[in-house]
């Protein structure tokens, strides 16, 4: 019987599209719709006067979940993944020659010898206790449903004991047991910010990205940019019958008792269906759409929440042999900045930033002679920085940083420029303040005590995304996928 009901996957972000097709491949009738004009939410696409720009992640890890997802689904990988080497290059002010992340350790600790001469013997123990964080934690509370936080802490209960300690500390502190040089523990901690936070107020089990980043995966990118995963979903969804409708945002809702009858959009239209799933933010859906007494402003702006992301999108009429495909830029004051970025905006006149030319190994996606790049800059949120009026001067600030940094001038040669700042993210994304990545990841907000992927109240409402479990992360999102579908199909 439950075969035959019919869902409807409100938000067609990457968690949303997985979703859906998991669930049409089993036989349900299944409908999206999604607020902006095309899908994919954050991993979206700009495209303009021949430059292409991926506008959200840029690379992503744990590569054979998405390998899993498909052969779940019996299909093929529906787009061409290439493994990165080198994983990046962090450029550190002062320091004329950049550091290149191998997953080799012995050729990326070669180029610690001035700084930390024992720094592959300090790496190798590192993360042998990085991997087994990962193997003690990944299956057992990662990809797990919970239907409690009584559930949650049982099972935390059966983790090797020995990681107690790790829970106490921060990434930061975890990093510096291991490495005694500046230069080391910055670039092993960078990863921290991957997650929307910083080193210094990120859980130190969250290490286990390292296992993830140099002994257990690696990094990937998509052939012709990130858009590609989309796309690539979009078709599968497209032939397994699945209909999609855009520029529809939900405004409202219908219930009766323990059901949800009816979302409601912009224009008074019900949407409805025997199971709804919403790939909205899980905590910003409850506040705004359904109102609820736990999510109102007062306790939402308790949350802890991600930072900001100033993003912006350079067409050039140049090409830059001396910059990789991803690059991070780091100043000379990396435990001041970190510490205080979150929520000091006057820091942004000397930006921490990345760049990712992603025409650096896609001819197709700049015209001839041309780079399109894409850069991110780590900012307060709109609690802490609610004026971006100073959005143009900031930016200007970082590709003069970033001119001096390669010792050439872009700014004659930018012939594309689009930006969008937290106030941007928040509009077209629904992302609570403009936090970049939703809810963060410290200890009071992971596994089950997340917004859940089932409702408190509606028996027949769902979630999935970054702000529930298990988080935020491209992978993340194909494993809460898994676990919705899972909620879906021992739904009654």
Known sequence: MTKKQSVLIAGAGIGGLATALRLAKKGYQVEMIEKNEQAGGRLN?????????DTGPSFFSMSYEFHAFAKECGIELPFDIVELDPLYTVNIKGIDK????HKDISKFSDQFKPYEPDFEVKMRKYLKKAGSLFDDTVDLVIKNNFDSKLKYLL????????????????FWKQVTRYFDSKEARQIISLVAFFLGRTPFDT?????????????????????????????????????????LHYNVEIKSYEGKGKKLEALIDQNGKKWTADIIVANA???????????????????????????????????????LANVDHHNYYLGNNYEDYATRVMREPGLLEKPYYYVNVLSKHNDNCAPAGSESLFFVCPVPNLIYKADWSDRDKIIDSIIDDFSERIGTNIMPHIVVRES?????????????????LGLAHDIKQIGALRPANFDEEFSNLYY?????????????????????????????
């Open 464 to 492: 999935v995304g970054a702000s529930t479990h298990p988080g935020a992360g491209l992978p993340m999102a194909i494993i809460s996928s898994k676990l919705a579908a899972e909620r879906v199909e021992k739904h009654v």
């Open 203 to 243: 859980s130190s089990i969250y290490t286990l990205l390292s296992h993830t980043e140099f002994v257990h995966d690696g990094y990937y990118n998509v052939k012709g940019g990130m858009y590609k995963i989309v796309e690539g979903l979009v078709k599968e969804l497209e032939k397994a019958g699945v209909k």
């Open 155 to 170: 099972t935390l209960a059966q983790v090797n004991p020995i990681h107690l300690p790790v829970l106490t500390r921060s």
């Open 420 to 436: 969008y700042t937290p106030k941007d993210w928040e509009s077209r994304f629904n992302l609570y303040r403009g936090s970049g």
């Open 98 to 101: 950049p550091f290149y992340i």
């Open 281 to 319: 933010d899980a905590a910003v859906f409850r506040h705004s759409v359904l109102k609820r007494k736990a999510y109102s402003q007062e306790k939402m702006d308790k949350k802890n929440w991600t930072m900001g992301y100033l993003t912006f999108y350079l067409g050039i009429d140049k090409k």
């Open 45 to 53: 696409q700009i495209k303009k006067d021949g430059f292409t720009f």
